[in-house]
């Protein structure tokens, strides 16, 4: 199955994904029943941390890039990390953990989804969608059914919730797990630690970011979602865990957020670029004199990359910045 629409790529949806899907992930299976979790029968090499150190003085605020969905085998954490979780007396997610977690987030999220002009889906969507669309929900039924997802449910969906479905239900058959999650994981360990946590923003903000989308956004990120499936969109999801395993920012960058914003451009404004100008004083707080220790700040790697990223305009304003990366330096 392969729509040929020339707007959108398979590596553009993923890196969505990667950038701000992490709350519908966890929305999306609230409900449902998770498998049990167990730790790798084999110890695997810990991914590299895309992590960075931005200094102010005494004050130290450590940058750490999350993937929203990862595996067993992504665990344990390197070092580094566990050095800059010990090193820091609160850890700032996207969303607060609290609100990632709460069982009425999933509730929330398809509130917001629904159609509201009494017409199905497929009523919106161009016949060749259509066709895709009903040959995905065909051979995902019984994933869709353990969601309570029938596709005649999801006909009372807007496109862009439709769209993240597919995309969590692929790299699902990838053996990634929202509950395996680094923010899921660095928010557990906060609360076993006693450590403080907060957010950079709303659940109901992060929501905006899809019920803000024009129709035309819709339909291309639906079409990108139904193209990123099959073996072809099962590769540019190994592509993309591995980048993020391997610590390879370059490759993230120029393989994913370039053509992201050449695909998605007023998209890619609001869901990145603008979500990073709104958090890039809350972080400076974090380093100002009047801070409370140091602190963790766990957001989707997007965020931290490139000349958008906070990285660099944290080092635009002036604060020291270092890479911490162990495993580089050997």
Not at 136 to 146: K, R
Request: hydrophobic share 45%.
């Amino acid at each position: 199955m392969k729509l040929k629409s020339r707007l959108v790529g398979r590596k553009t949806l993923s890196t969505l994904l990667l950038a701000s899907a992490g709350l519908f992930c966890a929305a999306a299976l609230a409900d449902q029943p998770q498998a049990a979790v167990t730790a790798p029968a084999v110890e695997h090499e810990a991914p590299v941390p895309l992590l960075w150190k931005a200094s102010n003085g005494e004050r130290a605020v450590y940058l750490l890039g999350s993937f929203h969905l990862l595996k067993p085998d992504d665990y344990p954490l390197s070092a580094d990390v566990d050095a800059a979780f010990g090193d820091s007396e609160e850890v700032v997610f996207e969303i607060p953990p609290e609100q990632l977690q709460s069982p009425e987030l999933g509730m929330k999220m398809g509130q917001a989804a629904m159609r509201t002009d009494g017409t199905p889906l497929n009523s919106a969507l161009p016949e060749e969608t259509v066709a895709a669309l009903d040959a995905w929900t065909t051979e995902n039924a019984a994933q869709l059914q353990q969601m309570q997802l029938a596709p005649e449910v999801l006909q009372m969906f807007q496109p862009w919730f439709v769209s993240l479905m597919v995309t969590v239900t692929e790299m699902g058959k990838f053996g990634l797990d929202p509950e395996l999650g680094l923010d899921n994981h660095m928010a557990k360990r906060a609360a076993e630690a006693g450590k403080r946590t907060s957010g950079l923003e709303t659940a109901d903000q992060q929501i905006a970011f899809f019920t803000g989308m024009s129709d035309q956004e819709q339909l291309q990120f639906l079409q990108s979602s139904l193209e990123g499936t099959g073996e072809e969109g099962q590769a540019e999801i190994a592509k993309l865990h591995d980048a993020w395993r391997s610590g390879d920012e370059k490759a993230i960058w120029d393989g994913m957020a370039v053509e992201m914003a050449e695909e998605f451009p007023a998209l890619y404004q609001r869901i990145n670029v603008e979500r990073n100008d709104a958090w890039l004083p809350q972080i400076e707080a974090m380093l100002g004199a009047d801070g409370t220790g140091n602190t963790l700040v766990v957001v989707g790697a997007l965020h931290l990359l490139g000349e958008d990223g906070v990285v660099e305009k944290l080092a635009a304003n002036g604060y020291q910045i270092e890479r911490i990366c162990t495993a580089c330096s050997e």
